[in-house]
């Protein structure tokens, strides 16, 4: 018994220098949020219209049987970095043909189409997720939000944060670019 009690601060040593090892690896991407979603049918669910804006609202149906992967968006008015991603979607849109999807979250339909008046409109949809429900099906940790859909349903990525700068952005369009490969669109990006 005394060996075993002296054994276990080096028991607990070997545990804790393991652990930093796993933190200090230079591979692992500490922003990464792994999702259940991906490769995974998206989540049930239907959304109605925002108040006021004139685009249908969204529900899993609208994400199937779409020729090209479509991009779903989870935006709200009160989130700043939302702003700054906004101009990015709408380019997206107007320079790359990307079929934009938004689920406005927990956000006042007046605020929500007030922000929408002021940046424009990039969303050929917007489900409103005034109670969080369709965001936490869909599992996400905050807005903003993106994931790819291929036409079958199927989410095939995540981004978690603002497409903002290049980095991000150059990210992004090669997770579309992919996508779209694989659905046989060509890239297109």
Known sequence: MKRAIA?????????????????????????AIPSVLIAQPA????????????????SRSNLIGNPTPVVVNVFASWC???????AVLTRMV????VRLFG???????EAARGWLEDLGNPYERIGSDLT???????????VPETFIVAG???V?????????GSEAEEEFALALAQARAANGAGTGI
């Open 132 to 142: 969080g429900r369709a965001g936490i099906e869909w599992g996400i940790s905050g």
């Open 43 to 58: 989540p049930d669910f239907d959304l109605p219209t925002v108040d006021g804006v004139d685009v249908p609202g969204l």
């Open 103 to 109: 689920i406005n979250y927990k956000d006042k339909p």
């Open 94 to 97: 107007e320079r790359d043909s």
């Open 152 to 154: 079958d349903g199927t």
């Open 7 to 31: 054994a276990l601060p080096i028991l607990i040593a070997l545990i804790l220098g393991a652990f930093f090892l796993w933190g200090l690896n230079p591979d692992r991407d500490p922003n």
């Open 80 to 86: 700043v970095p939302c702003r700054a991603e906004h």
């Open 156 to 164: 095939l990525y995540r981004y978690v944060g603002p497409i903002v």
